[in-house]
């Protein structure tokens, strides 16, 4: 099989990540690309899941009011996934998006890290690549913001004549661009070195 035929699932699709990972897929020509958000009801996501050969899972919750939501979407979303995968005896390649924040004492952070923990427990017991990325500070086109990135907020504020707020002069913050975030997603279809779990922390 071509690189180009395998079915990729993107969940989060119609976010930051996801909407630069799709227009790359497509500009390579990748053939079957199923995109999922919020609005794709299960029976769908079920079809989009049993019949892809690579799952990158950009879905997430970063800000709400409701900390239930978290949960449901950080983490009860993947596990219903590979639940799927599991009882469907499918192994299935996924890329998870984390993030740098994932130890800290939030409940923003814990539902993140029980994805991990899902996740890489699934690679082992299922013998599937797994590729945990914890992500910070990415920047660049689609980025919304007060919501991705200080760069997105800053541009955004500039224009606008808003005032920018500096909470500490003295951070250091080390910065991701989405090209080069990427190029090293599609990276991973490309093959080479895959193992049964991998955690990246970009800091």
């Known amino acids: ?29 990748f053939k079957t690309i199923f995109l999922a958000n919020s609005s794709t009801n299960k029976d769908l996501l079920t079809q989009y899941v049993l019949n892809c050969d690579f799952i990158f899972f950009l879905h997430g919750c970063m800000r709400t009011k409701n900390d239930d939501d978290f949960f449901n979407i950080n983490y009860k979303y993947i596990k219903d996934i590979l639940d799927i995968i599991v009882l469907n005896n499918k192994k ?7 993030s740098k924040q994932v130890l800290l004492d939030t409940y923003y952070a814990k539902s993140k890290l029980n994805a991990e923990n899902a996740i890489i427990e699934y690679g082992i017991e299922n013998k599937s690549p797994v590729y945990i990325y914890r992500f910070t500070n990415i920047f660049g086109k689609f980025a919304r ?9 800053f541009c955004f504020n500039i224009q606008n004549n808003i005032d920018i707020k500096i909470n500490d002069p003295n951070a250091v913050v080390t910065f991701l661009y989405i090209d080069d975030v990427i190029v090293e ?12 779990q991998i955690v990246k922390s970009h800091k």
């Open 145 to 153: 913001p007060n919501v991705h990135s200080v760069v997105a907020t």
């Open 185 to 196: 997603l599609v990276n991973l279809l490309y093959g080479g070195g895959w193992r049964n």
């Open 1 to 29: 099989m071509h690189i180009e035929e395998k079915k990729i699932l993107i969940t989060g699709s119609s976010g930051f990540i996801g909407t630069n990972l799709t227009n790359e897929l497509k500009n390579r020509k």
């Open 92 to 98: 299935i390649p996924i890329m998870y998006a984390s």
